[in-house]
């Protein structure tokens, strides 16, 4: 419906603007992530984002925080690895390498 596709929207745009401002974030305190290999609770990554990343609530709200956390944790946990991938993405994918291969016809 049409308020869903909005509200997908403006979630996408938000994850965009998110991921700059982390990326910028996590270029001046990258080797924090490179030497950290324990994943994170939803309230330890909000201490990362807060104190470690130095961004406040004017950057980055609690929500915004809490929506980066489910958009990369696996169930209940974020292993940093996920964030950088998320901060820098290998290459941009578009819809069609995400989608499933086409079935081939079958023979005639």
């Known amino acids: 419906s049409a308020p869903e596709i909005a509200a997908a929207l403006r979630r996408e745009a938000r994850l965009k603007l998110l991921r700059k401002r982390l990326r ?19 309230d330890e990554f909000l201490d990362v984002v807060r104190n470690t990343l130095a961004l406040g609530a004017h950057a980055i709200t609690d929500a915004d925080v809490e ?8 169930g209940d946990a ?3 690895d996920a964030v950088a991938r998320f ?3 290998e290459k941009p994918t578009t819809e069609k390498e995400n989608a499933a291969p086409p079935t081939p016809a079958p023979d005639a």
């Open 24 to 42: 910028k974030a996590v270029q001046l305190h990258g080797s924090f992530f490179e030497n950290h290999s324990v994943e994170w609770s939803l």
């Open 67 to 74: 929506m980066v956390f489910r958009e990369l944790s696996d």
């Open 78 to 80: 974020l292993h940093p």
């Open 87 to 89: 901060v820098n993405p």
